[in-house]
């Protein structure tokens, strides 16, 4: 930890973000879920699977529908389908509104040891040792995680000169934090 002793503050001013970008962060950030990877896949599974039961049974019963089964599941899975995404920014959107921290501008300060910030509703302090893993959503947004419930939002475009990307970089990579790339 040496090398971070002379090391300038990093400083993020007048951070805020908008509704649109904090939809658009956290859903990149839904979809690159493993667990939504997962259920992408297997829902698309289910409906050319079922897709290939209807067509079996339509050519079987000479191209007469009679069952409604098979039909009524493929179009549930394609509304499902369809109106998943929809439905995941329609809850990020109401997050964000229940949210009032992020529409108050902050300043973050990156010190060697310590993540502070501050606003019109108050201030707080913590170390980096804290900040258990952090997200890089190009081209604007770093995300950093003290815990998995909750996390800073600092927009690159709001670091102060003459810091950059790769002094951020570099300071999370001495406090041994990973960095990933959405």
């Known amino acids: 930890m040496s090398d971070l002793a002379g090391m300038q503050?990093?400083?993020?001013?007048?951070?805020?973000m908008s509704a649109d970008e904090y939809v658009a962060v956290n859903f990149r950030l839904w979809r690159q879920q493993p667990a939504t990877r997962r259920n992408n896949w297997i829902l698309i599974a289910a409906l050319v699977l079922l897709s290939i039961s209807l067509l079996a049974q339509l050519q079987q019963d000479g191209?007469?529908?009679?069952?409604w089964s098979a039909p009524?599941?493929?179009?549930?899975?394609?509304l499902y389908a369809l109106l998943r995404t929809?439905?995941?920014r329609w809850m990020l959107r109401r997050g964000y509104q229940k949210n009032t921290v992020l529409k108050e501008p902050i300043d973050f300060t990156l010190t060697a040891e310590e993540?502070?910030?501050?606003?019109?509703?108050?201030?707080f302090s913590g170390k980096?040792?804290?900040i258990n893993r952090a997200v890089l959503v190009q081209p604007d947004w770093l995300l950093l995680y003290p815990n998995q419930a909750a996390c800073y939002y600092l927009d690159l475009r709001r670091l102060q000169a003459p810091a950059t990307l790769s002094a951020v970089e570099q300071l999370l990579a001495q406090h041994q934090v990973s960095l990933r790339r959405v």
């Open 9 to 16: 503050s990093l400083v993020f001013s007048q951070v805020t």
């Open 63 to 67: 191209w007469q529908l009679t069952s």
């Open 72 to 78: 009524s599941l493929l179009v549930v899975g394609l």
């Open 86 to 88: 929809w439905f995941v």
């Open 115 to 123: 993540i502070k910030g501050r606003s019109g509703l108050g201030q």
């Open 128 to 130: 980096l040792a804290t």
